[in-house]
């Protein structure tokens, strides 16, 4: 299964051998669906407010999935999930969001490398150690008219530091870098984005096996 997020709406692609019966009112499901509906998808989205989750599903996904993703320009990305010795996590708020950092793969760089070179760039605490995958996200955006895909690889990481001030970059329009507990508060919820919660939703269960 694949989860996408429009417009911070969850489009879940999944195997089956037909359409999902809806949830609710809020909940749209497709089967098989044209490649020029997969390209609509955003438009739709928009002009529903209501609309919620989209469940597209067909017998092959992987096939679905490419003739998804021809639709757009893909990015890569990779980042962190940062947790101190006192158990609290980074945050950054960066254009009025609350976020995880990330950033984009350079060319012949490592996933590993990257996530900890974003992780350090835009926060400014260093001493970091990777130790674990957490989760693969995707999320839509647009760029002067050109459609994006991003994937986002996400490493769960350490910091040998207790409450280390970090340095937000501005120029990535990050305002704020905060350790924040794990009982996260309501304020950043409200103020983050549907594939931040399932990164970190990840990380408490990794967490709950160790």
Same mark, same amino acid.
């Given at each position: 299964? $694949?989860?996408?997020?429009?417009?911070?709406?969850?489009?879940?692609?999944?195997?089956?051998?037909?359409?999902?019966?809806?949830?609710?009112?809020?909940?749209?499901?497709?089967?098989?669906?044209?490649?020029?509906?997969?390209?609509?998808?955003?438009?739709?989205?928009?002009?529903?407010?209501?609309?919620?989750?989209? $469940?597209?599903?067909?017998?092959?996904?992987?096939?679905?999935?490419?003739?998804?993703?021809?639709? $757009?320009?893909?990015?890569?990305?990779?980042? !962190?999930?940062?947790?101190?010795?006192?158990?609290?996590?980074?945050?950054?708020?960066?254009?009025?969001?609350?976020?995880?950092?990330?950033?984009?793969?350079? *060319?012949?760089?490592?996933?590993?490398?990257?996530?900890?070179?974003?992780?350090?760039?835009?926060?400014?605490?260093?001493?970091?150690?990777?130790?674990?995958?957490?989760?693969?996200?995707?999320?839509?955006?647009?760029?002067?008219?050109?459609?994006?895909?991003?994937?986002?690889?996400?490493?769960?990481?350490?910091?040998? !530091?207790?409450?280390?001030?970090?340095?937000?970059?501005?120029?990535?329009?990050?305002?704020?870098?905060?350790?924040?507990?794990?009982?996260?508060?309501?304020?950043?919820?409200?103020?983050?984005?549907?594939?931040?919660?399932?990164? $970190?939703?990840?990380?408490?269960?990794?967490?709950?096996? *160790?």
């Amino acid at each position: 299964m $694949y989860v996408v997020f429009m417009l911070n709406r969850r489009v879940c692609f999944n195997e089956s051998d037909s359409a999902m019966l809806p949830k609710r009112a809020s909940t749209l499901s497709l089967f098989n669906p044209d490649s020029k509906t997969l390209k609509d998808l955003p438009k739709f989205i928009s002009s529903h407010p209501n609309l919620k989750e989209i $469940y597209i599903s067909s017998k092959n996904i992987d096939e679905l999935w490419m003739r998804f993703c021809m639709n $757009y320009f893909e990015v890569v990305s990779a980042g !962190g999930l940062v947790v101190n010795k006192k158990n609290k996590v980074l945050w950054i708020n960066r254009n009025k969001h609350w976020d995880l950092p990330k950033g984009k793969v350079e *060319a012949g760089e490592s996933l590993e490398n990257a996530a900890i070179r974003e992780v350090t760039e835009e926060t400014g605490i260093r001493k970091l150690k990777i130790t674990g995958d957490l989760v693969t996200t995707y999320h839509t955006y647009e760029v002067d008219g050109i459609a994006h895909l991003k994937t986002t690889f996400w490493y769960s990481m350490i910091h040998h !530091g207790e409450d280390t001030i970090g340095k937000p970059q501005e120029i990535e329009g990050i305002t704020e870098v905060k350790w924040v507990n794990s009982s996260v508060p309501e304020k950043i919820w409200k103020s983050t984005y549907g594939s931040i919660r399932i990164v $970190y939703n990840t990380f408490l269960k990794t967490t709950e096996v *160790a």
